[in-house]
Nanobody, 124 residues
């Protein structure tokens, strides 16, 4: 059974940083993508970033480019999202997801596995 467990969320002031972790267990993901999505209250779940499990190809939403960095450690089966220069509009529940092919990595419907989510709150 595949499990994705996120950690690292919290409350931070605008301009601050947080690093989210996603530990995967139950399988490896070959050439599939792992991603981060976020959902603010009353809004849809939006793509944030994705990384290919077998190489270092990364993709980012325009809203986080230059501020967020996705990375991975295959040996640890872990993906991180380093978030710098945080803004109040980054406030959301952040979800780790896995199992997407490249053609669907921007859509939450492209992912087969999801974590439980971790709250990130950025105060102004």
């Amino acid at each position: 059974q595949v499990q994705l467990v996120e950690s690292g969320g919290g409350l931070v002031q605008a301009g601050g940083s947080l690093r989210l972790s996603c530990a995967a267990s139950g399988r490896t993901f070959g050439s599939y993508y792992m991603g981060w999505f976020r959902q603010a209250p009353g809004k849809e779940r939006d793509f944030v970033a994705a990384i290919n499990w077998s190489d270092d190809n990364t993709y980012y939403a325009d809203s986080v480019k230059g501020r967020f960095t996705i990375s991975k450690d295959n040996a640890k089966n872990t993906v991180w999202l380093q978030m710098n220069s945080l803004k109040p509009e980054d406030t959301a529940v952040y979800y780790c997801a896995a199992g997407a092919r490249q053609s669907r990595l921007y859509s939450d419907r492209g992912y087969n596995y999801w974590g439980q989510g971790t709250q990130v709150t950025v105060s102004s």
